[in-house]
């Protein structure tokens, strides 16, 4: 952790200050959703450009499950990265995250498919993961449709969507599939507890803060036995080997940041191939700002992510 988060984020936190950002805790889920769409919805004119973009909907465990589709030019098949946005399983939508999305479709040369899974409170833990497990499954059974190489299939996600990630990993190992060549885990929420420095040190003053954390848990699980379960905490897994090779990205000054470093190393200790990215300077969220603050280290995040994907 540096001495103070890159100036940048700095000015960034200064200016959401200053406009008395609510905390999410404060917020009733509507609000607390209209607030990342106002924060985090980019403006169509500084919309990266790719290819083309679909939405489609595709079976689910209960109903349709809506993806949005990005693609690379050039001819096919490419790899294909099932992407699981943020939000702490409440907030957040492919339309949220859709510039980050944009950007690793055309980093990676790669086909993004983003899940617009269920969220809670109305649809709490498992509903979110038994989502994000049929996309992946669907994906997989998908590849002709797709134009993609199911042989370079990545799983990824931000926050919620690096737990996700993680978890479709887990449950893909017990099931016998699908096969899953990376797993790229942006910043994820790992365990469903408060106890490390960094919940400490970065409890509040850096956009995610511990009380929204608690507040999106909350609204995830119904009990909090759920939060023993590895799926919704991968790092209580018992045994983490078999796992596919796994990319964690952390970030200094966010409340995640000890339980992703403990993952990195959990999965490490298993004997799985682990590549940890640590961003000192940055907060939270810091994978997507690319247009508004427009961060280097966004940009690098993302480049970097998109070597790992186009080496599979």
Known sequence: MAAEPHPDIQELLDQLAAMRVPDFSDLSVDGARSLITDLFTVDEDLLIEVDTVQDLEIPGPNGGIPVRVYRPGG?????????????????????????????????????????????????PFPAPVEDSYAATEWVTAHDDVLDVDTDRL?????????????????????????DIAHQYLIYPVINHAFDTDS???????????????EWFWDH????????????????????????????????????????GIAYAGRLEDAG?????????????????????????????????????????
């Open 220 to 259: 995830y699980l119904e009990t909090d036995i759920d939060g023993v379960n590895p799926l919704a905490s991968p790092l209580r897994a018992r045994d983490l080997s078999g796992l596919p090779p796994a990319t964690v990205v952390t970030a200094g000054f966010d409340p995640l940041r000890d339980e």
């Open 272 to 312: 799985v191939d682990v590549t940890h990215h640590h961003y000192e300077e940055m907060i939270h969220g810091f994978f997507g700002m690319l247009d508004e603050p427009d961060l280097p280290q966004a940009r690098d995040a993302v480049a970097t992510a998109g070597e790992t994907i186009q080496k599979l």
């Open 199 to 213: 919940y400490v040190e970065n409890a509040e003053g850096y956009f995610l803060t511990r009380a929204s954390m």
């Open 75 to 123: 001819s096919g098949p490419h790899p294909v990265v099932v992407y699981f946005h943020g939000g702490g399983w409440v907030i957040g939508n492919p339309e949220t995250h859709g510039q980050g999305c944009r950007a690793l479709c055309n980093a990676g040369d790669c086909v993004v498919v983003s899940v617009d899974y269920r969220l809670a409170p109305e649809h």
């Open 154 to 178: 990545v799983v990824a996600g931000d926050s919620a969507g690096g737990n996700l990630s993680a978890v479709v990993a887990l449950l893909a190992r017990e099931r016998g599939g699908p």
